[in-house]
């Protein structure tokens, strides 16, 4: 249905609806056109249209689903965390400074990390890596003047590697997670006639807020307990090594929803931080680690979703809270450092999936006459289905669909008892759905409070499903596995009133391969309110902030693997004021069947020899068996994901 003349329905209504001012953080809207735009960077009066980037993606050889990065938004992020905490620090009157770390575990795409690094540079942005493939590859991107920090497990490998920087001159800070790490750690820097340069995770009593505050507290996997820390301080004094100390870090694990436990975990690693220096050991570094969280829009009764501060408080909060208790001991306050990664990274990606199809339980409509011979059960399903067309009274509305359910029941036992026809029975269902499709109409017309279970209830049973070409567990994972929420709408039609409820299903054979909660402007939902889909017109849907972790812990379900990619940069001075500086094809089938050890040549042999018995055999003629063999080699090179002409 076009609404585009609905006086009713503005574009605001649609940004409302979609709650885009939650999410979106400035860099998201809608344009006269009713198109999804973005305004990727901060000061300035550019706007892209996202589906002109789509057209334009698609013009160079790009395939669907396709994620879309708009590198400009990480220098935007980089730029206003910098910035806030520069604010805080000014405001506060904080003798030292503050350097941003991004952890490249949140999206090691080296394109990702050198925009961060580029946008940062004013700032001494420095990086963080957990592994020894992460270590390898941040080795080469520091310069002197670079912080490397070095968290997580480390073997004798990893932890000569960072001596051996050290040596290089390069400032590589190894985090010791566990002693053992740290009595490894004297004993290569002695191989070396070294002092080596290190931090220290602390296990602090203050426990994270939301999924992941098992990160911190007593019962944290990584860091040194406060027994520890001190006999490590024992043992840097009897060697005379005090000065090697140089960092104290904690970590509350990732998205903080509450500030208030940020700020406790703050001054109690500042009382640490102060006892020390107190003591002679003059740290230079304090990391309040990552958790700066992301409000993707979900309710604030959903930690992993939501968060109560914005940039301004979060620094806010470190600065004064470091500042206080060191002016209460009377120590210098440190260099403020903070991991933050999903803050930077996750608005900068987004996914784009075109839906393939849709599935209604209540399609196809009702015949006019009911079949010859119905039994009675028809006659009751059409009459509660004509009250239902013609009242407003909530309780004649319940009854109706009470009977039309009772009445659907005994149809269905009547045709397991063969009482009933095929054709008697599609009918009565048909009146069903329709019957269920007004009661529903004219409830939620009446807006009544509380909302009646029957509601509750035809609002799921009447939910299409619009079958997209993508990959929950690959795309968007963190829905699948922790129930994220994620900001999903339509890219266009936005200037007409969307009258369907709908949900996100994927191409996979699982029946979790599904978004089934959806940010809109009344709270959370398990539902979308998407456009009637035309068949043969294109109809898009974007899944937003999806730049931190979805596309590295994302896995090869049902075989649908990296999907095509396109990363943009917003120009005033080009056509549509942007322009696609890089585009990279997603992971052929050839490939992901190489992953799981089914390999081109060995599957093209043994198709051709398949082929080959069915011609001697006669089932086939030998034109058409090549044809069919040449489709079937031609088709390795193609994507995993649908052909785009499906949606055509």
């Not at 995770?201 to 939301?210: C, P």
């Not at 979805?550 to 095509?564: S, T």
Request: proline share 4%.
């Amino acid at each position: 249905m076009n609404d585009a003349g609905d006086g009713a329905w503005t574009l605001q209504n649609a940004r409302d609806l979609y709650a885009m001012d939650v999410w979106g953080d400035g860099f998201f809207g809608i344009n006269e056109k009713g198109h999804v735009s973005v305004a990727p960077i901060e000061g300035e009066a550019i706007s892209v249209d996202i589906n002109d980037v789509i057209e334009e993606a698609l013009a160079e050889g790009s395939t669907l689903p396709l994620i879309i990065r708009f590198q400009d938004i990480i220098s935007s992020r980089v730029k206003r965390l910098n910035r806030k905490f520069r604010e805080a620090i000014a405001a506060a009157d904080y003798g030292g400074t503050y350097r941003s770390i991004f952890p490249i575990k949140v999206n090691q795409l080296q394109e990702v990390v050198a925009e961060v690094m580029d946008a940062g540079r004013e700032f001494d942005i420095g990086i963080e890596c957990g592994s020894k493939a992460e270590l390898m590859a941040a080795l080469p991107l520091i310069g002197a003047d670079t912080l490397l920090l070095c968290n997580g497990v480390k073997d004798h490998v990893m932890l000569s590697l960072m001596l051996n920087a050290q040596q290089l001159g390069q400032q590589v800070i190894p985090i010791v997670e566990k002693y053992s790490e740290f009595e490894q750690l004297l004993v290569l820097g002695a191989q070396r006639g070294l002092n080596p340069r290190l931090g220290v995770r602390v296990k602090l009593n203050t426990r994270g807020a939301g999924r992941w505050y098992e990160s911190g507290g007593a019962r944290s996997k990584f860091g040194l307990t406060v027994p520890e820390l001190v006999r490590l301080l024992k043992t840097l004094d009897k060697l005379g090594k005090g000065d090697c100390l140089e960092l104290l870090h904690f970590h509350l694990g990732s998205q903080i929803s509450d500030i208030q436990v940020l700020r406790s975990a703050v001054k109690e690693i500042t009382q640490i931080y102060a006892d020390l220096v107190l003591r002679g050991i003059q740290v230079k570094f304090l990391d309040v680690g990552g958790g700066l969280g992301v409000n993707y829009g979900g309710d604030y009764d959903n930690p992993e979703s939501s968060i109560n501060y914005g940039l301004r408080e979060y620094a806010n909060v470190v600065v004064y809270a470091v500042k206080e208790i060191c002016d209460e001991r009377g120590v210098p306050v440190p260099t403020l450092l903070s991991e933050s990664g999903r803050a930077l990274t996750a608005h900068h990606s987004m996914l784009v999936v075109p839906v393939l199809g849709v599935h209604r339980p209540d399609s196809p409509p009702m015949n006019d006459e009911p079949p010859a011979d119905s039994p009675s059960v028809v006659a009751r399903m059409e009459s509660a289905y004509q009250e239902a067309c013609s009242t407003e009274v909530t309780g004649i509305l319940l009854e109706c669909y009470h009977d039309a359910r009772e009445a659907r029941e005994e149809a269905d036992q009547l045709m397991r008892l063969g009482f009933m026809t095929l054709d008697q029975l599609a009918h009565t269902d048909s009146l069903y759905w329709s019957t269920c499709r007004e009661v529903l109409h004219r409830l939620a017309a009446a807006e009544l409070s509380p909302v009646p279970t029957e509601q509750l209830e035809l609002e799921e049973q009447l939910t299409d499903l619009y079958l997209c070409d993508f990959s929950v567990f690959h795309s968007v994972i963190d829905h699948w596995a922790i129930e994220q929420v994620f900001p999903v709408m339509p890219l266009h039609r936005l200037q007409e009133r969307p009258r369907r409820r709908a949900q996100v299903v994927d191409l996979t054979c699982d029946s979790d391969g599904k978004i089934d909660q959806y940010v809109v402007g009344t709270g959370n939902t398990s539902w979308l309110p998407l456009h009637n889909h035309v068949h043969g017109e294109p109809y898009y849907i974007g899944i937003f902030l999806v730049g931190a972790y979805q596309e590295i812990l994302g896995d090869a379900h049902n075989l649908l693997g990296r999907v095509d990619e396109v990363h943009v940069y917003a120009r005033a001075d080009e056509a549509g004021q942007f322009w696609i500086e890089e585009t990279l094809k997603g992971i052929s089938v050839k490939d992901m069947l190489g992953q799981v050890q089914y390999f081109s040549n060995d599957l093209d042999r043994r198709m051709s020899e398949l082929v080959r018995k069915q011609i001697n055999a006669g089932v086939i003629k030998a034109a058409d068996a090549s044809k069919i063999l040449n489709n079937y080699t031609r088709r390795l090179e193609e994507s995993t994901y649908c052909a785009t002409d499906l949606v055509k």
